[in-house]
């Protein structure tokens, strides 16, 4: 006689041997096309791998890979930021700490070499960009006074960029735009600083008072010497004036005494036009008054 809990349970475990053999099919069917494909997005390069060697890379969208087989790794080829913060010394060998920062940006279409040669973004920076970065600030910085780091710090970042940019030349990226973030000097010699360099502001604010009194005064001896060559042109003209006035006057007497001397009856002419018609009352000495006789021969 047969078991009926015995058929049950055999039925039971034929049910479920016959659902794992249709589902698991499916499911690996669904994983394999899920991993079929992959996405790449903007500022990206994907590197395909197959079984862990770099095949080939791909830009930014949609692409197919063999599934279990080929893994994508993704490289970004946007502009990056590193900062470093780190001691050094001044050329007066004052302690100081500075906090640089360099903009750098993996090459298009060199990421499959550089992931092939680096391993990635992460490794590069660790092993390659970093060590340099902070040995071309750690040349540069000790070459500047403390004053001159601080005031001038486009000359110390240019510095920098020039033996970065030599020391990455032959790398599949490209370092730009170094940046001194900030620089952290004693207290003291802070202090010192700023006082000297309120008295710099204090001389040069009593040198542009200076200045300015000068070019007032300069201004004045403009003005006056202007009024002088003024009044002293208005002499020479008057001046000039007279004396043409006293040649005029004078070459009018001399011709006047010319044409009396030539003509002695104008003499004569001029006493009579000046003459009253009276006889004077008082005569001086005994001599007869002159009177000249101006009728014609005819007693008109």
């Known amino acids: 006689m047969t078991n ?3 058929k049950s349970t055999s039925g039971k475990n034929l049910f479920k041997s016959l659902s794992l053999t249709k589902v698991v099919p499916g499911v690996l069917a669904l994983i394999a096309i899920f991993n079929s494909y992959f996405i790449v ?9 197959r079984f862990g060697e770099a095949m080939h890379q791909e830009n930014p969208g949609l692409h197919f890979k063999i599934p279990f087989i080929e893994t ?3 490289i970004e080829v946007r502009t990056r930021k590193n900062a470093e913060k780190m001691a050094s010394s001044t050329k007066e060998q004052m302690p100081v700490t500075i906090e640089v920062s360099v903009n750098w940006t993996v090459n298009k279409e060199a990421a499959l070499d550089l992931f092939k040669r680096y ?3 992460t490794q590069f ?3 390659i960009l970093d060590p340099r970065f902070r040995s071309a600030t750690k040349d540069t910085i000790p070459q500047f006074e403390a004053e001159q780091l601080i005031q001038d710090r486009a000359t110390a970042i240019q510095g920098i960029e020039r033996r970065l940019t030599a020391e990455m030349e032959g790398f599949p990226v490209i370092v730009d735009n170094i940046q001194i973030e900030n620089i952290v000097l004693p207290t003291k010699y802070i202090n010192s600083i700023e006082i000297k360099q309120t008295e710099k502001n204090l001389a040069a604010a009593e040198e542009h008072k200076l200045e300015r009194q000068r070019l007032e005064a300069l201004r004045a001896v403009n003005t006056a010497d202007a009024k002088a060559k003024g009044i002293l ?3 020479e003209a008057e001046a000039q004036s007279i004396l043409l006035k006293g040649k005029a006057e004078a070459q009018a007497i001399e011709a ?3 044409a009396l001397k030539n003509n002695p009856l104008i003499v004569k002419l001029t006493e009579a036009q000046a003459w009253d018609g009276k006889l004077p009352s008082t005569m001086m000495g005994e001599g007869a008054m002159p009177i000249m006789d101006l009728r014609n021969k005819d007693g008109q």
Do not use: D, Y
């Open 119 to 121: 391993g990635g973004l």
């Open 256 to 258: 006047k005494a010319k």
């Open 72 to 74: 994508v790794e993704s």
């Open 41 to 49: 997005i903007e500022g990206h390069v994907g590197v395909v791998k």
């Open 4 to 6: 009926p809990t015995k």
């Open 233 to 235: 042109k208005v002499a």
């Open 125 to 127: 920076e660790q092993r």
